[in-house]
């Protein structure tokens, strides 16, 4: 209870009315068989909220709690899934962008990328011996946001991937966003980067986007003032990763992880365009 006033602070993996109008429209249709239909398939957004359930506390699938009513913790990832498979989070993504640059919330003016390690305890696919970690296996989270700090894109990668590598992906990642007249608004005008960034190849690249590239070059003095307009991608990082389940990497199917990746990032842009509304 939140004292003085009486009234449950509602959990975060709660999802409100005005969330899950969202969200329902994007998820596929699933017809009931009527012959041999079988068990009655799980409400959809019970099943979401025990899918949220899992980044935000950690839980291993299999103890996802029973008595929330949310289904077994295999209910909960077939349907992760089934919904990553059809292509949900990537549009949910897109729309809460578009919501966001409707409210004026989203600046394209320019945009800063950096890169995350994480372990990967379990391995799989998009894993490498992390070259800041001893070696052991580990992937890494690369983002790209905009001018104030809402994430754009997101990609994985195996962790011993050079940061520079990925300013491309992170660009072409960035969906078509509408919310205004005219055209969809996909590249910023300028992307930031930190010294790991410092390739001439790579700046052509950028350039050949329309991007203008201002990326710091190593073996110079400190002191240009790119890091205090690279500090929104940092704290978007610390955002993404209070979601205890993306800290680490235990799933072995990397679609998976990237599924609860690009997830996070849509809750990110859904409480940023609550506190802009």
């Known amino acids: 209870m939140i004292r003085g006033c009486g009234v449950a602070r509602p959990k975060p993996w709660e999802v409100d009315d005005e969330l899950w109008a969202v969200i329902e429209p994007l998820l596929p249709k ?24 899992v980044p935000h506390t950690g839980v291993a699938w299999e103890h996802l709690p029973q008595e929330l009513g949310f289904g077994s913790g295999m209910t909960c990832w077939r349907r992760l899934a089934e919904w990553t498979e059809a292509g949900v989070w990537p549009r949910l993504h897109e ?34 011996r992390s070259p800041v970690d001893r070696g052991r296996t580990g992937s890494k989270h690369h983002l790209i946001t ?28 960035v969906p078509p966003v509408r919310g205004k007249r005219g055209r969809p608004r996909r590249r910023p005008d300028v992307v930031l980067g930190d010294r790991s960034y410092d390739h001439d190849k790579y700046r052509r690249l950028v350039r050949d986007l329309g991007v203008r590239p201002l990326i710091a070059r190593r073996r110079t003095e400190h002191g240009s003032g790119l890091g205090a307009q690279r500090r929104v991608v940092e704290r978007a990082f610390a955002h993404l990763h209070w979601f205890r389940r993306l800290r680490i990497r235990w799933e072995i199917r990397d679609d998976i992880h990237e599924a609860l990746l690009t997830l996070g990032c849509a809750l990110i842009c859904w409480r940023r365009l609550k506190v802009s509304r």
């Open 30 to 53: 699933v017809e009931r068989r009527t012959r041999h239909p079988g068990r009655k398939r799980r409400p959809d957004r019970l099943v979401f909220q025990g899918i949220l359930f």
């Open 95 to 128: 729309v809460l962008l578009a919501e966001l640059r409707g409210a004026n919330a989203l600046d394209f003016s320019r945009a800063a990328v950096d890169g995350s390690h994480i372990r990967a305890l379990k391995g799989g696919a998009k894993t490498g």
């Open 146 to 173: 905009g001018a104030t700090g809402i994430p754009l894109a997101a990609t994985l990668t195996g962790g011993n991937r050079n940061d520079v590598t990925e300013v491309i992906p992170l660009l072409r990642a």
